[in-house]
């Protein structure tokens, strides 16, 4: 469940920005929310931590924002095995900070969100420190460091149960979510076990998929992947149009993936990146 924007950062160059403050603090309420301007419009963008460094509008937030496609360049985002189409813009951007950048930007035919006027990666945001708090803190915390190899990208590796993964935080669903890949391996090494019936969970873009609820006694930096579900073999639903979606054949599995669920970080409160240091930071209860 990786998510990645094919073809766009060759073309379009890197994001610029003008940063008029070096830290932001967002409110997860339940999922962050910051506030700003496209071509003079006020938009709502939800920070979502699995997003790289790009925004996806809304379909129809992009038509009220009078935002314009880049003519003849297209977007693919790539989830496991499948790619969902779409177009490329590149508006400026600018925060109530006054703070301002030109991110690329996917429209899709499927809202990315039914909270805001779109999503936007974290490491679009025009800050060197950015945190999300989760809870209020507390005296007795301890604060786990999650090295970043590429500082617009919060996105951490480690080892569970003999198995290389990646792994990002997902503020938007209860569970933790394995991709195929991820589910297969740790199915194969008796680190997960299937709990219940089938179910649909919500992905990204606005998409959702058919997963098998899981239960497992693995931790991430000692935070709990239970409850957690698995995704299926099913195909994507949501697009409104079946051709928007692309299956891929046969070739490379996409890498093992595991996106954090809300419920592994309840004992925590917050989340921050500093860009400088190239560091994730989480703030949770000790012990």
Not at 152 to 171: C, H, N, P, Q, Y
Not at 185 to 196: K, P, S, V
Request: proline residues 7%; contains cysteine; aromatic residues 4%.
């Amino acid at each position: 469940m990786r998510l990645a924007i094919l073809g766009l950062l060759v073309f379009m160059g890197a994001a610029t920005a003008a940063r008029a403050e070096e830290a932001v603090t967002l409110s997860a309420d339940p999922v962050p929310i910051i506030r700003a301007e496209i071509n003079g419009h006020p938009v709502r963008l939800e920070v979502d931590l699995r997003m790289p460094d790009m925004l996806v509008l809304n379909p129809d937030a992009a038509e009220r924002l009078g935002v314009r496609r880049v003519p003849f360049v297209s977007a693919a985002a790539a989830l496991d095995d499948s790619r969902i189409r779409g177009r490329v813009a590149r508006p400026r951007i600018v925060f109530a900070d006054g703070g301002d950048m030109r991110a690329i930007t996917g429209i899709f035919n499927v809202p990315a969100t039914s909270r805001a006027d779109g999503i936007i990666g974290p490491g679009a945001l025009p800050f060197d420190i950015v945190t999300v708090a989760l809870a209020p803190g507390s005296a007795a915390e301890r604060e786990i460091a999650i090295p970043l190899r590429n500082a617009d990208i919060w996105e951490g590796r480690t080892s569970l149960a003999g198995v290389e993964v990646k792994f990002s935080f997902d503020l938007a669903n209860a569970a933790t979510t394995f991709n195929r890949t991820a589910s297969a391996r740790l199915d194969e090494a008796g680190a997960i076990a299937a709990d219940g019936a089938h179910t649909e969970t919500p992905m990204v873009l606005g998409l959702r998929a058919q997963t098998q609820p899981v239960r497992t006694a693995l931790t991430i930096e000692g935070l709990p992947l239970n409850p957690g579900v698995a995704r299926t073999r099913a195909p994507l639903l949501g697009a409104l149009d079946e051709e928007s979606i692309v299956v891929v054949g046969e070739g490379e599995p996409p890498p093992p993936n595991v996106w954090v669920g809300r419920q592994a970080l309840a004992g925590c409160s917050s989340v921050s990146v500093d860009r400088r240091a190239r560091r994730m930071i989480l703030r949770c209860a000790a012990g």
